[in-house]
């Protein structure tokens, strides 16, 4: 049974680009989470989605950010325009559906770093 | 903000030693977990305890939880070389909904 799995592992964008982080999440679990981690810091939550729902996302920046996730297919964390405050890891996780007040199991990260 | 905090921000110890950390939170919670960051690396979950226990183990884990100050310890007994990483709590507080509030991490290093 895969991990959590997310790509690219590494991104590198200039300023005014489009990044576009993938996470497929363990094989049924149907609950994903984004976080975002800066430099020398703890996560900072970002979004939780289901399939097909977005469950709550207090921690989304208001602009340039979005998030899905599809019937079918990965979630895409999407942030447009990005500038150098966007470089961090990112990083997604997943929970099963039976008890989402458990552990979730996180996944390599993705590593964006804006020129 | 319900983040918690750890203590210490750094530990360096020396093989076969025990290392304690600590975290506390600012509001009442529906459990607590602690997790392991290698360098440059993803999380690694290492154990989970709820608002109604006390005191878990797992291995060379001991976990211990106090609602009423609203803390919480992780000691690692025996500690090698291999342990060394960043170590973070991180809370699913009450009425939070599912996700998890992280705290600042502990950077622990142990050396040979």
């Known amino acids: 049974n895969a991990g959590v799995m997310q790509n690219p592992r590494h991104l590198v964008r200039r300023r005014g680009q489009e990044a576009r982080l993938r996470c497929s999440p363990m094989k049924g679990h149907s609950h994903v989470y984004w976080y975002r981690q800066l430099p020398e810091e703890g996560l900072k939550f970002m979004v939780y989605l289901q399939k097909e729902n977005i469950i709550d996302e207090s921690g989304m920046p208001k602009e340039r950010f979005s998030a899905e996730f599809p019937k079918e297919g990965p979630s895409i964390l999407r942030i447009q325009q990005v500038v150098r405050g966007d470089s961090a890891a990112y990083f997604c996780?997943?929970?099963?559906?039976?008890?989402?007040?458990?552990?979730?199991?996180f996944g390599p990260g993705t590593r964006l770093t804006v020129l | 903000s319900q983040q918690g905090e750890e203590d210490p921000q750094a530990l360096s110890i020396q093989e076969g030693e025990n290392a304690t950390m600590n975290c506390s939170y600012k509001?009442?919670?529906?459990?607590l977990q602690w997790y392991r960051q290698n360098s440059g690396r993803g999380l690694v979950h290492l154990i989970l305890i709820r608002s109604n226990e006390r005191e878990k183990h797992s291995g060379r884990l001991r976990v211990t939880l106090d609602t009423s100050k609203k803390s919480s310890s992780l000691l690692i007994t025996a500690s090698r070389a291999a342990d060394t990483a960043s170590y973070f709590c991180?809370?699913?507080?009450?009425?939070?909904?599912?996700?998890?509030?992280f705290g600042t991490g502990t950077q622990l290093k142990v050396e040979l």
């Open positions: 509001t009442s919670i529906n459990n």
């Open positions: 996780a997943s929970s099963p559906p039976s008890d989402p007040h458990n552990e979730q199991f």
């Open positions: 991180a809370t699913q507080y009450t009425g939070g909904g599912n996700k998890l509030t």
